[in-house]
């Protein structure tokens, strides 16, 4: 069964082709007030072990729950450098990157925080980023000269956090098991740049460090640990961007198949939880789209230059294949796109839905959207 | 520096054998494109080291090329030269460091946008060369055995998901003595067939009696990955990156370890080190350093018969384990490892079907001491299944 037939098969969804003659929704005019939260996976996820028949099991919940609330695109193709800090930093800015995965820089274009911020005289404290490690630290702001400094993103590296608070509370002997990077096996760089420290955390979030380090011993994951920041965000900031990329699936660099797998089905469940936090908090209930996007995919099975679900190194259609779900008022529900897409498309799309420009992002804004 | 310009004595620092080769296709090296000579130069100088299949390859490769015509030979490597590289690859000392010029032209490759020309003037150039120089059919039909599941006693998880369409799902299969019946398969086959490096077993545990075959396990290998971790952590705490992580790791020889790097051993040596060194995840999960080696060895010795044998990993901790530190020894996941081993299994059936023969080759995974197995075989009908009692020998006996 082809990727298109089983998802107008599982969902029962409306055939998409019906929907190109429609006029866009009149979103412009109602941006006033709007919020969006992006959730990405920084560690692609496969198919098959998510929208494919043997998949299923893995994700109830964005199936059963988010799905038929959703315009769902079935084929979104990342034409650009398949790492997650680069292939993030271009969902971000609309643009493909070409920096190196692995260095510690800036987009070179305007992220749609930048955008967002100076185009709508907005604060700082009205767009966040949670990522999941170092590498991601300089994502909230491009070293474009018309915005970067002043425009970006507050960066929230809750991994970083954890570290720090570990040393503050006297278990820094803890800090070099937790995983930085998946590519390389105990990859831990220091930290560089204007991340946010422990004592502004504290301030920023309402959250004392001995609660923080607490409520982190109830948890499984570094993407648990991300989605508990990410509500805290909400709870205490309220942001009208909200970024959050999980990482935890990228455990499948190690190879091994059952926690790639867990970890598919922990980011199925905290997807849930962030729609059910933005449904039950008045700041976001009615207001706020959710979008849900892997970053790219996977190397398939049967690519002789990869090793399957182990990395993303091929470039085949598969680890360049992935999809998009997006929720919210006004968005159309149950509904499956089958055209081809662009991760780039997502700044334009955003500009469209809050109403700023996003004049140097290359991709276009998703009509069935806005 | 252009192809062109080569020289012998450019090879100075090769490795005899590898020297030899080199310089005498140093004719056809002047020809090729700088986007293709390293990658055929980061071979050559492995040249020593490598499986006889390896080699065979490898002199069948420079056949083909010095076989072409002078159209067809551009017509071959034509999308090779199209690719754009930079003066800084150019300036590159590609002879006597392929490996990671190779790493630095993927990286311009990704960059520039030109992956997918190079990915599809690879696949092309891959197909030419099979067309016109088919392997060799092997002297017996292939034989992959694969062992999942040591230590668990029960199980939920629907093994065997990707196999069974491609063969005979057994579910009342005798478990007694079967390693010891594959075991003994397996030497037999080695004493029926003996040629260098052409009967293989892993083990993911404590290896059994390997007796006339060649053998690996992540037990036997402990002292080495523990002393590679310990390199690995000294580069991080030097503050490099990934990709500078990879290329030292790349560097590493057998006698950085105290290990041979010549004479008989050297061979295995090399091997077991890349297994680690180039293996992402072996040096700490065992599983994966089982799927990983197996994989490596159908690639690469392409083995007439392979048995492999996953054991249990260790356990991944989560936050709340790390800050509760009661571990004080590491925990094993049986369950976790099963489900690694049986898509390793697959992927063991994948890359043996990669080989010569693959229409007659024959694969067995089984649920070790349980009564769970799928035997694939010119003799067994795909996507069936048998609730037959059958011990292993028979199953064995039925496909061999």
Known sequence: MGRREFLRLATGATAAKTLFCFAPLPALAASRGKKVVVVTFGGGARDEETLMPDGQENIPHLLNELMPRATFFAQVINKGILGHYVANASIATGVYETFNNFASVPPDYPTVFEYFRKDLKRPASDAWVVAPSNGFNLIGQSKSRSYGPGFGAGVILP?????????????????????DNYETPMYTPEL???????????????????????????LESPDELS??????????????????????????????????????????????????????????AGKTTLVILPDFGRDSDTDPGGNGFQHHRTGDPLSRTTWMMVLGPGIRENVVIERPVEPTDLVPTLGALLGFSTQQAQGKPLTEIV | MSPADLQPAQFAGYPPKARQLAIEHLDLLRRLPL??????????????????????????QFLYLSELDTGQFQQV??????????????????????????????????????????????????????VAKPQPSPPVPRLGIVLIGQGVSENTYRL???????????????PADGRKMLMDGLVARATAHPMPFAHWYVDGGESMSCEGLSCISYQALDSLRAQIVTNITKVMESGVGPEALRTKLARMTPEDFGMKNTGGDAVLNRFQLSVLTEG?????????????????????????????????????????DLLAQERQRPLLDPQGSLRDADMGAYYTWLNQQRLSGADQSRFLVWFEDHSEAVAIAPSMKAGSESSEAIGLKELVSRIA
């Not at chain 2, 065997?160 to 005798?174: A, D, E, I, T």
């Open chain 1, 159 to 179: 991994k970083r956090l954890l570290a720090a608070a570990l040393n503050a509370t006297g278990l820094s002997k803890m800090e070099h098991l937790l995983h």
């Open chain 1, 192 to 218: 560089a740049g204007n991340d946010v420290e422990l004592h502004r955390m504290a301030e920023t979030l309402k959250l004392s460090v001995d609660n923080f380090t607490a409520h982190a011993r109830n």
């Open chain 1, 227 to 284: 989605v508990y920041i990410a509500r805290q965000l909400m709870r205490q900031v309220a942001p009208s961007i909200l970024w959050i990329t999980l990482h935890d699936i990228d455990i499948a660099h190690s190879g091994t198949f059952s926690l790639y797998v867990d970890a598919i089905q922990r980011s199925d469940r905290l997807c849930a939880e962030i729609w059910n936090a933005i449904q039950t908090d008045p700041e976001y």
């Open chain 2, 35 to 60: 986007s293709f000579v390293p990658l055929l130069l980061r071979e050559v100088i492995a040249y020593d080291w490598k499986f006889p299949a390896e080699r065979r390859e490898l002199e069948t």
């Open chain 2, 77 to 130: 490597l034509k999308p090779f030269a199209k690719l754009q590289l930079s003066a800084e690859l150019e300036r590159a000392n590609w002879v006597n460091e392929p490996t990671q010029f190779t790493e630095q032209l993927t990286a311009h490759l990704w960059t520039t946008r030109q992956i997918d020309q190079f990915r599809a003037a690879a696949v092309d150039y891959i197909h030419h060369l099979n």
């Open chain 2, 160 to 174: 065997f998901r990707k196999l069974r369409p491609h063969g005979v799902y057994f579910s009342k299969v005798n």
């Open chain 2, 280 to 320: 992402s995840g072996t040096q700490i999960y065992s599983t994966t350093f089982v799927q990983w080696a197996a994989r490596e060895l159908l690639r690469r010795a392409q083995p007439l018969t392979l048995l492999a044998r996953f054991a249990p990993r260790l356990r991944e901790q989560s936050i709340k």
